[in-house]
């Protein structure tokens, strides 16, 4: 790979970037080989903590790629300054790609308002983080300090999908504490260096949670300006028809999956017809994934786009909805919970500790085994009894883990 010429190749595009309006962190790019970019991706920072859950996700990620099954480009860190890895192997044509693509990303970090961590300090973070963890492993064990992060990891998907609004009385309201906060506060079983742990890790995950709450917005956003901006530079003609070949690909429906670079695009570039350049910058700047489709997502792009959901029907056989305000109802209730099951923390019994747990149910029904396992690694943080409430097999049950048996009670 002729260096030079990259760095040749990122200066032009952060000129055409400037010009066409992008307001971006200075930027810091990396070559990485693939498995290095399954370590990053799997690991979603640098200088993160080492755990076994990272380790599994590194081998699937690697492996879809030494079959062939998933290419990375790029990954970029919302940091000040922003550092953007990009793929030693990538052609001429991918770089260039990648690069006008982590500009735009860089852009929408720098100037989105739902970013709640302080870029300068993000990497930092991270990294007292990863030498706190390694010396409490000093202090109390290696494989006691593993267990208890298996267990607040765990309930991921129960915090990404916490701290919205519940329906019914004893649901968590808007700005109540989610999970993480609720054990801190509650549990008499957590030791002070337990609930710094949790703090910790809950501070790591709202740099996640809040890249998931705007994964589409984000995601359209880059492939609306690299589609831009690489259409405005003088490519040579060979470049020019890779350009189209690839970019074709990256914005193709892929089987099973919405594709959220053509998704996000096309809502921009049907904004920017009907509201201009300037609009879409405001957009931009103050919308999250839950706003951006319930406000700009139109019932005529839905058709356009030929999206269309899976569900079981009233006789148990999958049907497909095509109906485009049914899709849009749909969607808004997958980005609603981050597209996690919306578990909330309900009242328990006034006579005993129990921790109970209900899930709003939505026609998707829980797997018992990982439920049974979660309430498992909660009991581990609660120390009493753990329930969720849900439905199973079409009728309300509550899963009980006491701490020595499984309980399947009828509701």
Not at 67 to 80: A, F, P, Q, R, T
Not at 370 to 383: D, P
Request: hydrophobic share 40%; with cysteine.
């Amino acid at each position: 790979m002729d260096l030079k010429a990259l760095e040749l190749d990122i200066e032009r595009i952060e000129d055409k970037a400037s010009e066409l309006g992008l307001d971006f962190f200075d930027m810091k790019f990396v070559l990485c080989t693939p498995e290095e970019m399954s370590f990053i991706g799997a690991y979603g920072m640098t200088g993160r903590f080492s755990h076994w859950i990272f380790g599994r996700d590194f081998y699937k990620l690697y492996l879809r790629h030494r079959l062939g099954l998933v290419k990375v480009h790029e990954l970029v860190v919302n940091s000040d300054p922003c550092i953007a890895f990009l793929l030693k192997g990538n052609t001429i044509l991918e770089n260039k790609m990648a690069v006008a693509h982590a500009f735009a990303h860089s852009d929408f970090f720098k100037n989105n308002i739902h970013y709640s961590h302080d870029p300068k300090t993000v990497l930092r973070f991270f990294a007292e983080n990863h030498r706190l963890l390694l010396e409490y492993e000093e202090c109390y064990g290696k494989q006691r300090v593993e267990k208890f992060l298996e267990a607040v990891l765990a309930l991921r998907s129960l915090y990404f999908s916490q701290g919205l609004r519940g329906d019914d009385k004893g649901f968590q309201r808007t700005g109540e504490e989610d999970i993480y906060l609720y054990l801190c506060r509650k549990s008499e079983v957590l030791e002070s260096w337990q609930r710094e742990i949790i703090h910790r890790l809950r501070g790591e995950l709202e740099y996640f949670r809040s890249l998931a709450r705007t994964r589409i917005i984000n995601e359209g956003w880059a492939a609306f300006w690299h589609t831009r901006i690489l259409r405005e530079l003088d490519l040579p003609a060979e470049e020019a028809v890779e350009f189209a070949v690839k970019n074709a690909e990256t914005l193709s429906h892929e089987m099973g999956e919405i594709n959220l670079y053509l998704f996000g695009k096309e809502i921009f570039t049907a904004l920017e017809k009907e509201l201009g350049i300037k609009e879409i910058f405001r957009i931009r700047r103050r919308e999250n994934d839950l706003g951006f489709i319930e406000k700009y997502l139109s019932l005529d792009l839905i058709k356009k786009l030929g999206l269309f959901f899976y569900r079981k029907g009233k006789s148990g056989v999958r049907e497909i909805v095509s109906d485009p305000a049914i899709i849009k109802k749909l969607l808004l209730r997958g980005i609603y919970g981050c597209w996690h099951p919306l578990i909330v923390i309900a009242e328990g019994e006034e006579d005993n500790n129990e921790l109970c747990l209900r899930h709003q149910y939505d026609g998707r029904q829980r797997n018992s085994y990982y439920a049974k396992k979660t309430l498992e690694l909660i009991h581990l943080l609660w120390g009493e009894t753990v329930s969720l409430e849900t439905f199973w097999e079409g009728r309300p049950v509550v899963f009980i883990y006491s701490g020595k048996e499984h309980i399947l009670r009828n509701k």
